[in-house]
Antibody
């Protein structure tokens, strides 16, 4: 079935690193922009990063720029988020997500995000 | 503090109609950017409920409807059911911040 499955979350100390993965199934992964979105009780939902199918267009939120790197391996139908220099405020559930239409940026968009993974929890604490 | 403002909570009895507002500004909803709505059950990922202000993905009941006017958007739920109890989020794009933005979420309680 069409789905996204995240993995790689866990507990890490401030300043540490973590790599999240998102495995895609049953759709032409390389045709879609993919996003990482995080959710915290305090700040709600925040768009962290997105990447075009060819990996030529990349967006990062200011809060993660220079620390996080989004990437993809279309041969493996996988999306990644390398998180370095982690801070307490990066603690969140991280979701990968896909838009309804291929080749279109996720924002601004008339179509929204219609496919989300189940989320993976990242806790940054000493 | 979210760019898009939603009421923290709304409630209604089974069978009733409720609306959830999403207030933005001239740099997002008021600039003509589309609004999308998501439903999130506890412990699960958000699910797309309304896209492009008023369109329902296949499988979403017609009890759910969306509208937009000026700098605000609204989600209406008619014939309220116990299973509608969830958190609801609006989402758009802000041209000043150049980023996708979400509302702070509204918790719907079915009395």
């Amino acid at each position: 079935q069409v789905q996204l499955v995240e993995s790689g979350g866990g507990l890490v100390k401030p300043g540490g690193s973590l790599r999240l993965s998102c495995a895609a199934s049953e759709f032409t992964f390389s045709d879609y922009y993919m996003s990482w979105i995080r959710q915290t009780p305090g700040k709600g939902l925040e768009w962290v990063a997105y990447l075009s199918g060819s990996a030529t267009t990349i967006y990062y939120a200011d809060s993660v720029k220079g620390r996080f790197t989004i990437s993809r391996d279309n041969a493996k139908n996988s999306l990644y988020l390398q998180m370095n220099s982690l801070r307490a405020e990066d603690t969140a559930v991280y979701y990968c997500a896909r838009g309804q239409k291929p080749f279109l940026r996720p924002v601004p968009s008339s179509y929204g995000l219609n496919l989300w993974g189940q989320g993976t929890k990242v806790t940054v604490s000493s | 503090q979210s760019v898009l403002t939603q009421p923290p909570s709304v409630s209604g009895a089974p069978g009733q109609r409720v609306t959830i507002s999403c207030t933005g500004s001239s740099s997002n909803i008021g600039a003509g950017l589309d609004v999308h709505w998501y439903l999130q059950l506890p412990g699960t990922a958000p699910k797309l409920l309304i896209y492009g202000n008023s369109n329902r993905p296949s499988g979403v009941p017609d009890r759910f409807s969306g509208s937009k006017s000026g700098t605000s958007a609204s989600l209406a739920i008619t014939g309220l059911q116990a299973e509608d109890e969830a958190d609801y989020y609006c989402q758009s794009y802000d041209t000043r911040l150049s980023v996708g933005v979400f509302g702070g979420g509204t918790k719907l309680t079915v009395l």
